[in-house]
């Protein structure tokens, strides 16, 4: 298996796993290989260095590490502008496709009929629920208008499937 740090046109860093060269190069010329984060299919490999597992002689036995065990939940931390000011981009990705993926998990797509649905609500005509879906600049500019409250967010192609 080999583990390829990868690039798009936009420089958003990633990872793919490929059986062989020859896989990643068949999926790159098949436009398969694109960035999780805007779908860019221009993918480029960055300069890396090989991983080597070098495990310790037999019957000798490494020492052991301690590591740092925090309870996880499900309550999203919401970090500082001065926190989110001092992420790399590489910190920043991840935490927008965390953010994204949050999204996803935890709202239902309505779709086209999201102005529909988001108006419903407002007025009491429906239950409110988190949704997500399809609204052009003017339907969001109308919402806007009408004091409901809405946000857009580009959603990676890879991500509107089913979650994994």
């Known amino acids: ?4 740090d990868l690039h798009c046109a936009h420089l958003h860093n990633f ?19 694109s960035c ?10 960055k300069l890396s260095a090989p991983r080597l597992n070098l495990s310790s002689p037999r019957g000798e036995q490494e020492p052991s ?8 939940d499900n309550t999203p931390i919401v970090p500082s502008p001065q926190e989110v000011a001092n992420l790399d981009s590489n910190q920043l990705q991840a935490a927008w496709m965390h953010m994204v993926r949050h999204v996803v998990a935890n709202t239902e797509d309505v779709g086209t009929k999201f102005s529909e649905e988001a108006r419903k609500m407002h007025y009491g005509e429906a239950e409110h629920r988190n949704i997500r879906g399809h609204a052009t600049p003017a ?5 806007l208008e009408e004091g409901i409250q ?6 990676p192609e890879a991500l509107k499937g089913p979650l994994q």
């Open 150 to 155: 809405v946000m857009p967010l580009p959603v």
């Open 139 to 143: 339907e969001t500019e109308s919402l």
């Open 36 to 45: 999780p984060l805007c779908g860019d299919t221009a993918v480029q490999k």
């Open 65 to 72: 590490k301690s590591t740092e065990v925090v309870p996880v």
């Open 15 to 33: 990872e793919g796993w490929f059986a062989s060269e020859d896989d990643f190069q068949s999926q790159l010329s098949r436009q398969l290989v």
């Open 1 to 4: 298996m080999k583990v390829l």
